[in-house]
Nanobody
Framework: QVQLVESGGGLVQPGGSLRLSCAAS????????MGWYRQAPGKQREMVAH???????VYADSVKGRFTISRDNAENTVYLQMDNLKPEDTAIYYC?????????WGQGTQVTVSS
């Protein structure tokens, strides 16, 4: 069982920045994907970004150039730096760890972008 603890959500004005963190409990696996999804009210959950152990990152088109995902493999932690936030980024953000075939999810953290 892997537990994920998220932090860093909140209320920010359009154009502002937030940094999300997600710490995973110790796992015996050393090579796995970590990432973030988000879910806005009335919408399906969508992929935001994910990152491989190597550091290779993949982003949704809607966040490219504004969000940066990174990870600290020694600390089993993944980060999401969100800049130039827009109202449409408002959602609950969930981090995950993909230990094929099982995925583990964080509890979610609310991000609200509003003036």
């Amino acid at each position: 069982q892997v537990q994920l603890v998220e932090s860093g959500g909140g209320l920010v004005q359009p154009g502002g920045s937030l940094r999300l963190s997600c710490a995973a409990s110790r796992t015996r696996f050393t090579n796995y994907v970590m990432g973030w999804y988000r879910q806005a009210p009335g919408k399906q959950r969508e992929m935001v970004a994910h990152i491989f152990t190597s550091g290779t990152a993949v982003y949704a088109d809607s966040v490219k150039g504004r969000f940066t995902i990174s990870r600290d493999n020694a600390e089993n932690t993944v980060y999401l730096q969100m800049d130039n936030l827009k109202p449409e980024d408002t959602a609950i953000y969930y981090c995950y760890v993909d230990l094929i075939p099982q995925m583990y999810w964080g509890q979610g953290t609310q991000v609200t972008v509003s003036s």
